[in-house]
């Protein structure tokens, strides 16, 4: 990859919408997504020369956008998004129906810890194994698999009190 301005131009042309839906799986919100991508390039920006040279410049970016999104700076903004409630199971055609699990899954996504949401995006949405998840998070392969764990647990125990589990 080349360095200079041209090829941080050009990353960002090529590779930005592909980290904005990154960024949004995590936050669940288009705003804080928007803004965690712009933060992590504006601050890697004035270093692409030495990214650029690595073996893999988008998987150090996408844990620079991983590492803003738990970072304690933003708890706060990330806690005042405000959520809708789970709309009525939809009975109809099967658009609605997956409409309706998309939300759904957004609202018990929105409900976890930081850690556990970012621990089930990076195995689910970006396909990774435990030890890749464990190196981007800086902790051991077993505390990905228990965060994991607790997560998947608390959303069936949320899905079964609001009545979104099937009976078989």
Known sequence: MLSGPDSFDEFVQTR???????????????????DLVQEVLARL??????IAEMHNAEAYVRKAILRQFLSWRRRRAYREA??????????FDEPQTRVLARDQMWQLLSGLPRAQRA?????????????????LLDCGES????????????????????????DG
């Open 16 to 34: 930005g919408w592909a980290l904005l839906r990154f960024a949004y799986v995590l936050s669940g919100d288009p705003h804080l997504a928007e």
């Open 45 to 50: 920006h004035r270093r692409w020369d030495r």
């Open 82 to 91: 405000v959520l809708a409630e789970v709309p009525e199971p939809a009975v």
């Open 119 to 135: 621990v089930l995006v990076l195995r689910f949405y970006c396909d990774l194994p435990d030890p890749e998840i464990a190196a």
């Open 143 to 166: 505390t990905v698999r228990s965060q994991a764990a607790r997560a998947l647990a608390r959303m069936r125990t949320v899905m079964a009190e609001k009545g979104l589990v099937g």
